[in-house]
């Protein structure tokens, strides 16, 4: 969530409200702030409903565990540790030693004792998780190979370096040959591995692992936003190296968070091509950036009127800054070029491992684009005809969706369902959907975290 998409039932109300939020406390800080408000609601929901569990199901629930990993988030360690013993007495009980839930939560509770620092006590519980996935999933299983990523890091805090090496070593290569060069998990693998070398005193072999990590980051970034811009139209009289320089120096300044220094180089662009998309884009993201949601509407607008087949994301920003049937009617463009895109993308050739990428993350901003027009029919729209049908189709082709996704990383159409459901007072069904929607927020705190 972001409280710059925040909207009031007055435009001039939001843009008040958001330039004195980015005077004064920033939006960073307010998006902190809120974050935390509702995981603090969440856990305290999440304890309710595991207080109302029989006793003979706590230990075993889900909900135990994925509080215990809230709470661990959050920085609450002390409260969760007991969580993740109960978690862990009832399954070895009841589960026994090779059960996945049960390894589970041996995991949960080894890295929890890293976390606080209780290296020592957490050793024999990761060893015991490495060996079992070993001994039953092998070693190229995907809960294997972040056992032995987990396990080398554990040894490497420990000052073990020699013997984290192999380990961290063999976690790097099995992410290459698995997930290829360019993922994200294999890049956070590949720094680990430069920083245990240069631990060691191996420079020269540190070096070149640092450098790709740092490198191939860089350019996913990079490269990430600039699949965020439209092509740049160019127009007669325009010096085009100038103004491919303008655009490259903006993204970098906006890469950089110094959206004032990137929307310069914007405006400056425009002065040599005031038709140019991606200039427009750019600035439109670099004044919603700064507050200046007005001339952020002005610019999106104008880029919109210029190449309505553009980026999907101008749609949904214009949504976000409008009010009623005209919020409505941006959101559903939106959800309409999203469908284009990600239709486009299924029938593109090219890299395998980009084109999964790339459709993947069409999926969820379409996703979480159908949230938003469901948002809508259960309030603004509420009292509409069909209005509740409406949002049952859009919330669930949101969950259906993310359940096709090899990577659950998406809380928003879980959480809608869940919130369509308590207004149609089907607690038994929102129930479920709350612990998805839990589960996926704090899996996704722990992996940026650890990996």
């Not at 003979?56 to 969580?83: D, V």
């Not at 884009?281 to 919109?304: F, I, K, N, P």
């Not at 084109?355 to 938003?372: G, H, P, V």
């Not at 049952?392 to 082709?397: K, R």
Request: proline share 3%; net charge negative; glycine share 6%.
């Amino acid at each position: 969530m972001d409280v710059r998409t925040a909207t009031c039932l007055k435009p001039e109300d939001t843009k008040a409200i958001l330039d004195e939020l980015a005077q004064g406390v920033g939006f960073v800080a307010c998006n902190t702030l809120v974050i935390g408000l509702l995981r603090e609601a969440l856990a305290a929901q999440a304890r309710e409903a595991l207080a109302r569990l029989p006793a003979a199901e706590r230990g075993t629930s889900a909900l135990i565990n994925n509080l215990g990993l809230l709470l661990e988030a959050m920085g609450k360690l002390e409260e969760a540790r007991p969580l993740f013993e109960e978690a862990l007495q009832a399954r070895r009980e009841t589960l026994g030693d090779r059960d996945p839930s049960m390894l589970a939560s041996i995991n949960n509770m080894g890295l929890l004792l890293k976390a606080m620092g209780q290296l020592e006590e957490a050793r024999p519980l990761l060893e015991e998780v490495l060996q079992a996935r070993r001994e039953t999933l092998g070693d190229r299983h995907s809960s294997t190979l972040a056992s032995i990523g987990n396990m080398g890091l554990l040894l490497h805090a420990m000052g073990q370096l020699e013997e984290a090496r192999p380990l961290l070593e063999k976690h790097m290569q099995a992410c290459r040959e698995t997930l290829g060069d360019r993922h994200p998990h294999t890049l956070i693998s590949i720094n680990n591995v430069g920083m245990l070398l240069h631990a060691i005193g191996k420079l020269e072999e540190a070096g070149p692992l640092l450098e790709e990590a740092v490198q191939a980051s860089r350019e996913m970034v990079k490269k990430s936003k600039r699949s965020e811009r439209s092509e740049p139209v160019e127009k007669a009289g325009a010096s085009t190296d100038q103004l491919e320089a303008l655009l490259e120096q903006a993204q970098g300044c906006a890469d950089s968070l110094a959206f004032d220094e990137a929307l310069e180089h914007y405006r400056a662009a425009l002065e040599l091509d005031p038709d140019n998309v991606a200039a427009l884009d750019g600035m439109g993201e670099a004044c919603v950036q700064l507050g200046d949601m007005e001339t952020a509407r002005q610019v999106l607008e104008r880029s919109v009127a210029l190449a309505p087949d553009g980026d999907a994301g101008r749609y949904m920003n214009l949504g976000q800054m409008s009010e009623g049937e005209e919020a409505l009617r941006w959101y559903e463009s939106g959800v309409q070029r999203l469908r284009t895109e990600r239709s486009a993308l299924e029938q593109a050739s090219g890299s395998r491992t980009e084109l999964q990428e790339r459709w993947a993350a069409s999926t969820q901003a379409l996703a979480t684009a159908l949230c938003s027009v469901a948002e809508m029919y259960m309030t603004d729209f509420c009292d509409e005809d069909e209005a509740e049908e409406k949002c049952e189709a859009l919330a669930c082709e949101a969950v259906e969706l993310v359940q096709g996704l090899q990577e659950q990383l998406l809380a928003e159409p879980y959480q809608t369902l869940a919130s369509l459901r308590l207004s149609q007072e089907r607690a038994d069904e929102a129930g479920p959907l709350i612990d998805k929607t839990l589960a996926i927020i704090v899996v996704r705190e722990r992996e940026g975290r650890e990996r």
